[in-house]
C-alpha cells in the first residue's frame, strides 16, 4: 500500500479502468463472480444483436431487472474515493460499467466504454431517449418510426465508439499512473488499455478481491474489496 501511495502521490494525471467489482459493494450484480450474471443468463441470448433479434423480450427482463437495481444503488466509498482523486490532478475514469455510479458520486471525466444503461436507443433509427421509465413496458417503441429500442450500451460483437475508444486510448497513453479496479480483464478492447500503459512504462496498480491477467504485469497488486482499498489508498494523499 506504501508504493502505491508513493506512487499516488507522484502523479498528476491519473487513468482509473474500472469494472463491476467497483459497483458489487453498491449491491450491483458482477457478470463473472459466483452467482454473477453470466451464471443466470447466456451472453449470447441477453448481450448481442443476435440475442436482442432472436427474443427482445427475454433481453429486456435483463435489462429492466438491471435498471430497476441500479435505481437504488448509490455509490460506495469506492467511487467516492475516485471522485475524491481529482483535487489537484486530472483523472479519468475509463468504465465498463454502465450503471451510472461514478458520475452519481462526483466523478467528472468518466469515459463509458460500454453505455450506459439509463440510455436506450431506437434500433432502427437511432433515436437516444434518457427520460424512459426505469422498466420500460413491452415491446418499447421509438416516437419517432416504428423501431424498437434497445438498452444503448455495447454488445459483444458489436464495435465501441470510436470517439469513446480515442478518447480511453489517449487518457491511458498519456497519464502517469493507471490504476485497475474491480475488473477480471477479460474483455476487449476495455482490458488493453492498461496493457498500453504498461507498454508506455507507466506503472499500473491493481485493485481487485483476487489475482486477473493483468496482476503480472502491474507494479502493485492490492488484494481486498475496492471499497476499503480506495478509499485507505487516497486518505494519506495530503502528506
Ligand atoms: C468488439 C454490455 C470488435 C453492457 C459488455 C469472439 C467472437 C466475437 C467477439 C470476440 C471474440 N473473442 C473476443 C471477442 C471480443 C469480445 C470479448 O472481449 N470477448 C471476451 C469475453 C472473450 N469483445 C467484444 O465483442 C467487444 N466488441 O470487440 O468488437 C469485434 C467484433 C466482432 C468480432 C470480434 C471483435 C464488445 C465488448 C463489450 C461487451 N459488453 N457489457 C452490459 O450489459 O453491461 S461486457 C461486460 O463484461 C460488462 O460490460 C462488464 O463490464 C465487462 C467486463 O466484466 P467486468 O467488469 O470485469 O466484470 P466481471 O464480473 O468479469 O469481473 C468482476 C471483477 O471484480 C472480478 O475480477 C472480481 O474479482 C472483482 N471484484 C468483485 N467484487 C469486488 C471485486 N474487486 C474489488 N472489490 C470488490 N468488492
Ligand atoms: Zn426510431
Redesign the pocket.
Known amino acids: 500500500m506504501d508504493q502505491a501511495r508513493q506512487l499516488l502521490r507522484g502523479a498528476r494525471k491519473v487513468c482509473v479502468l ?5 459497483s ?2 453498491s449491491g450491483l450484480a ?4 459466483s452467482g ?3 451464471e443466470k443468463h447466456r451472453v449470447e441470448d441477453v ?1 448481442t444483436m443476435e440475442g436482442f433479434e432472436r427474443d427482445p423480450e427475454l433481453v429486456w427482463r435483463f ?1 429492466n431487472a ?1 435498471r430497476k437495481a441500479a435505481r437504488t444503488a448509490e455509490p460506495n466509498p ?1 467511487h467516492l474515493a475516485l471522485a475524491g482523486l481529482g483535487a489537484g490532478r486530472k483523472v479519468t475514469v475509463l468504465t ?3 450503471d451510472g455510479l461514478h458520475q452519481k458520486a462526483g466523478s467528472d471525466d468518466v469515459v463509458e ?3 450506459n ?1 439509463w440510455r436506450v436507443r431506437c434500433s432502427q433509427c437511432a433515436a437516444v431517449y434518457a427520460d424512459r421509465p426505469v422498466e420500460l413496458p413491452f415491446p418499447p417503441r421509438c416516437e419517432r418510426c416504428p423501431g424498437m429500442l434497445r ?1 444503448d ?8 465508439d470510436p470517439r469513446t475508444l480515442a478518447l480511453a486510448e489517449e487518457a491511458a497513453v498519456s497519464c502517469d499512473l493507471f490504476l485497475v ?11 488493453s488499455f492498461a496493457f498500453r500503459a504498461y507498454d508506455r512504462g507507466i506503472p499500473v496498480v491493481e ?4 489475482p ?1 491477467p493483468v496482476s503480472n504485469l502491474v507494479a502493485v497488486s492490492l488484494i ?4 476499503t ?1 480506495l478509499p485507505a489508498l487516497v486518505e494519506n494523499r495530503g502528506n
Open positions: 474500472t469494472g463491476a467489482g467497483i458489487a459493494e458482477t457478470f463473472r463472480d454473477g450474471l453470466w448481450a435489462y438491471r469506492a465498463q460499467n454502465v466504454l460500454h453505455g444503461i438498452p450500451v455495447v454488445w459483444f460483437g458489436e464495435l465501441l479496479v474491480g475488473t477480471s480483464a477479460q474483455v476487449q478492447p476495455a482490458a485493485v481487485n478481491k483476487e486477473t481486498g474489496l475496492a471499497g482499498i
